[in-house]
């Protein structure tokens, strides 16, 4: 499938987490963007997400770890 397992869209279980907004792009734990990006960048990421979250290592895919 083509869902990236976001908590608020797709057509996934999240969808009816509690809490979830329609625009909420925290991927699932199962997202296949967890764990997909990588830290080979021209510049040095930040040591957080964008909630200030750690980032792991392969970090995530997009704002949010």
């Not at 057509?11 to 809490?19: M, Q, S, V």
């Not at 997202?31 to 200030?52: C, E, H, I, R």
């Amino acid at each position: 499938t083509n869902d990236p397992g976001f908590v608020g869209i797709g057509d996934g279980d999240a969808d009816k987490k509690e809490g979830a907004v329609p625009a909420d792009f925290v991927p699932e734990a199962t997202s296949p963007l967890k764990g997909a990006g990588t830290s080979d960048a021209l510049y040095d990421l930040p040591a957080t997400d964008f909630a200030g979250a750690a980032r792991g290592s392969p970090p995530t895919i997009g704002a949010f770890e």
